[in-house]
């Protein structure tokens, strides 16, 4: 079959060489190439020792996760084409050994570059080095490459968001990329820390000014590489493939949910009517194959263009913050999680006076009382640590659950929209009929299989155990309600309200 009208045919024969190949969007990638595009060579995984674990032993612990599910029961020889290469993207020149770098030249023709430090907090040094100066380096690498037919950079649609309108197109950078990887090389800590505020601008975090910077860099090789910049929105849990549900990471709007679902995330701040915008990860990885098919289907010679996708759920569906909060608490009285600490409720605070007041009621003064009991228990406390987690996630959220955006993608529907006839089961996506209450619902399950390792079939003692805490829930209000109705007489207003009442009937008759 023509390549040309066929992903599979496309990739067949052809080497892969992926960074970030461990993390969220890279593992999903890696089996959904291998599981749909089942005569891919090889893929080459960049990959760097952890913790003392061997990059062959990471591979190993990867491939144990239930997302290789179906590959481990229908094809285990599929896992022979993994090649992990061991290198750094934090490292210059991906910290690539010679002989490693030499016979990736050689043999890719597909380069995935998905590696990326998405911390809002990271120190703007160490965000240069694994955002930006990685993604020099993979373009150095590239044009190295005489077989390279496709080149995907994975962007953020956050790295524009100095503007509220976002078009799917290159946008000029104020700061030159050579001279901020040049300063992050030579400049102290010090001054660093102290130049990051203004170095950024109105930039949020150091993520989202690193990332912008990466595509200022594969800008510059428009006409020399066939690149293809992809900007997902917030990447969460998978709709269908190769399981429903799949997660592994607390960010986004699951994160929110499985807080909230545990009693300990009471309270938020974001404006109640912005959209949240999402996309899963399934969703976000069959685009980013059909793209990297569509350009590799042209030569560099007769299309030197940059494509340009935004893959956000505008046009697709529309949801807003407060929906998914009250659907997340819905979903966990029909499935609650185990060991709640409090019965799942969720205040949406719109200002910040208001925010801090109901932390400290809602949060913190809860915390340390639990805290106490289970010092006096003799057991470790644990809650005002996990509550200091929960406020510092928040407020590192904050500038996104307060401001909206515009994420044009009229080019991903066309491209969603062109995939081959021969490829729709593999690749395609009826977002027609997306199903978001189904979806979020599978993104519960999915949490506790997946992030909490609960037991489905636990499921009943869970629901137990919520009723348990429901009515506590219950006697504890009735109980505040109770003693400050009775500090209100001791302290006098009750009478004066009364005599106040008194007074105007008497008034008015």
């Not at 061991?86 to 991906?94: N, P, R, Y």
């Not at 009723?467 to 309600?481: E, T």
Request: glycine letters at 4%; charged letters at 25%; one cysteine or more.
């Amino acid at each position: 079959m023509d390549p040309s009208n066929s992903i599979p045919t496309f990739f067949a024969g052809r080497s892969v060489f992926v960074t970030g190949a461990t993390g969220f969007m890279g593992k999903v990638l890696i089996e959904k190439l291998l599981w749909s595009c089942p005569d891919v060579r090889e893929i080459f995984m960049l990959t760097r020792p952890k913790k003392g674990v061997s990059i062959d032993d990471r591979l190993r612990k990867m491939l144990a996760l239930p997302l290789f599910d179906r590959l481990r029961e229908n094809r285990p020889e599929a896992f022979e084409k993994l090649i992990p290469v061991q290198g750094d993207v934090s490292a210059e020149g991906l910290g690539l050994p010679p002989i490693e770098r030499q016979f990736l030249i050689d043999r890719v023709s597909v380069i995935f570059h998905v590696a990326a430090s998405v911390r809002f907090d990271d120190p703007l040094r160490d965000a240069i080095f694994l955002n930006t100066r990685s993604t020099r380096d993979v373009c150095i690498l590239a044009a190295n490459m005489k077989r390279l037919v496709a080149l995907m950079h994975v962007s953020s649609t956050y790295s524009h968001t100095d503007k509220y309108v976002v078009e799917e197109e290159l946008y000029p950078c104020e700061v030159d990329w050579k001279k901020a990887i040049k300063m992050a090389e030579t400049i102290d800590d010090h001054t660093l820390r102290i130049l990051t505020p203004k170095f950024m601008g109105s930039f949020p975090n150091t993520y989202t000014f690193t990332k912008r910077l990466a595509e200022a860099c594969v800008a510059e090789y428009a006409g020399i590489l066939p690149i293809v910049v992809f900007r997902p929105s917030i990447v969460i849990s998978s709709m269908a493939e190769p399981v429903p549900g799949w997660l592994d990471n607390f960010n986004g709007p699951v994160g929110m949910m499985v807080g909230g679902g545990k009693g300990v995330l009471r309270v938020t701040y974001f404006e109640k009517h912005n959209s949240a915008d999402f996309i899963p990860v399934d969703i976000a990885i069959k685009a980013m194959i059909t793209a990297t098919w569509k350009r590799g289907i042209r030569t560099i010679t007769s299309d030197p263009r940059i494509d340009v996708y935004n893959c956000s759920s505008a046009d697709i569906k529309s949801i807003s913050m407060a929906e998914i909060a009250q659907m997340g608490i819905s979903f966990t009285e029909k499935i609650p999680l185990e060991d709640i600490i409090w019965i799942p409720s969720i205040t949406i605070a719109t200002n910040k006076f208001t925010f801090y007041c109901l932390m400290m009621v809602l949060h913190l003064l809860p915390a340390l009382l639990i805290d106490g009991v289970l010092k006096l228990a003799g057991k470790k406390s644990i809650l005002v640590r996990l509550q200091r987690k929960v406020y510092v996630a928040n407020s590192a959220l904050e500038y996104f659950l307060t401001n909206e955006w515009k994420f044009k993608n009229q080019k991903l529907l066309d491209l969603l929209q062109c995939t081959p006839p021969s490829d729709l089961d593999s690749f395609g996506f009826e977002y027609a009929t997306f199903d978001i209450h189904k979806y979020f619902q599978n993104c519960i399950i999915g949490a506790k299989k997946y992030l909490l390792h609960e037991d489905m079939n636990r499921l009943q003692e869970a629901k137990v155990h919520y009723d348990r805490m429901y009515w506590i829930d219950v006697i504890f209000k009735v109980l505040v309600s109770i003693l400050t109705i009775w500090l209100l007489y001791r302290l006098g207003f009750i009478g004066k309200v009364v005599r106040l009442y008194r007074a105007l009937v008497m008034t008015f008759d």
